[in-house]
């Protein structure tokens, strides 16, 4: 059974050797591009991904992941990432196990003894951490991108350890580090019947409940979280920096309200823009609502009742976005003051010149006779002590 699928063999020369993944100052642009579209078979897929290359379930347009608008043609696998991993990081900065699968317990899934046509580690696996991708062969191909990334998810949610956040279509994937990595090989797939079984639940479900748009918790967490990634809270406005610095706040629940939506917003600029974040964004939300509340959002479910007021969640910009008069450049230019490295590594020539146009313009500070007014009793500039103002600094702006 041949299954489409896309390989991208141009990231190979990108890896870093230890990690097997493209790491900060890399050629991300290389992870972007050069998808090939193929239709084989687990075997050959299993060889290609033993090389180091690329793996995509989707033939895409162009054979590239556009940041804001991937053309996915059709998909012809389902790929499950097990990460074991929680959300968040330690109080040292490092990413925390959630140790809930092995390769071993995998084998044992009756959805893996029926179907799964490959397996294999992914560059991040350890002994100590167990990382792995499971692939699941389709033997009809899926056209609809929304009912893909449904079925991606109720496939998932049955597998403990998956990264949810690896559910989104079109993601794409690293292949493994060595031959060694290859776990296992099949006749195995996801029959038709599964397929169109699912296809007739998918569309008799309203349209809130098909995943067409995501709820709060989950859009928070739609992000790929990376050591390197920008901190995200450095990004945020002043005011909500102060909600989570603990300042008092007027109207509790509005607080809360105005920094989950300013932490959305971010989400959303970061991840149309294939950025990622060194922490996940859920935590600052869950720490702005303990900033202001003193008791953790787990206890009473206040937390989930307030941010389920937030409607429209895909839409919401930052703030800067929304007030600033060159729009999303105003966001590349606060990327840049934060985390120049982040900004140089994924934006593109066109926006570093967009922000070149947005500088001011220098102006000639020095005074002439044309300045003042012939009166000698009034002048159109002054110099008195009450029209002079003190500059506002960086950390004093809003």
């Given at each position: ?80 990432d097990i990460d074991n991993q929680a959300d ?59 009912f893909y990334q449904w079925f991606v998810r ?193 934006a593109t020539e066109e926006v570093k010149e ?45």
């Open positions: 059974m041949k299954f489409s699928c896309s390989i991208n063999e141009k990231v190979v020369s990108a890896l870093d050797k230890n990690s097997g993944k493209i790491e900060a100052g890399g050629n991300f642009a290389a992870f972007n591009t050069g998808w090939k579209s193929e239709n084989i078979n687990a075997e050959q897929i299993a060889n290609q991904v033993a090389q180091r290359k690329g793996l995509c379930a989707w033939h895409l347009v162009d054979g590239k992941r556009e940041k804001n608008s991937t053309d996915p043609i059709v998909a012809g696998l389902i790929i499950i968040g990081k330690d109080q040292d900065g490092n990413k925390i196990q959630k140790q809930e699968l092995t390769w071993e317990q995998a084998k044992e899934l009756e959805v893996c003894k029926k179907y799964l046509s490959l397996a294999y580690n992914s560059p991040s696996n350890t002994n100590g951490w167990p990382r792995f991708r499971l692939v699941f062969g389709l033997e009809k191909d899926i056209i609809d991108a929304d109720a496939i998932a949610k049955d597998i403990p350890g998956s990264d949810k956040r690896a559910t989104t279509a079109v993601n794409l994937f690293y292949g493994a580090k060595t031959g060694k990595d290859i776990l296992c090989i099949t006749d195995k797939f996801i029959p038709v019947s599964k397929i169109e079984e699912a296809q007739k639940v998918y569309a008799a479900l309203p349209a809130e409940d098909k995943g067409e748009k995501f709820n709060v918790t989950e859009a928070l967490s739609n992000i790929n979280i990376e050591d390197q990634g920008v901190e995200i809270r450095s990004l945020l406005s002043r005011s909500v920096k102060d909600i989570l610095d603990g300042k008092p706040v007027d109207d509790r629940s509005a607080a809360v309200t105005r920094a989950v939506k300013e932490i959305l917003g971010w989400v959303n600029w970061l991840r149309a823009k294939d950025i990622a974040s060194c922490v996940s964004p859920l935590t600052v939300a869950h720490n702005a609502f303990y900033a202001v509340y003193d008791y953790p959002p787990e206890v009473d479910g206040k937390f989930t009742r307030i941010v389920e007021s937030i409607r429209d969640v895909e839409a919401i910009q930052p703030s800067i976005v929304m007030a600033s008069e060159h729009d999303e450049v105003a966001a590349w230019k606060r990327l840049k003051a934060i985390d120049l490295n982040v900004f140089n590594n994924v967009s922000i070149k146009k947005t500088k001011p313009q220098p102006k000639n500070s020095i005074l002439n006779f044309e300045d003042f007014s012939v009166d000698t009793q009034t002048t159109t500039k002054t110099t008195t002590t009450e029209s002079m103002t003190t500059p506002t600094t960086p950390g004093s702006a809003s």
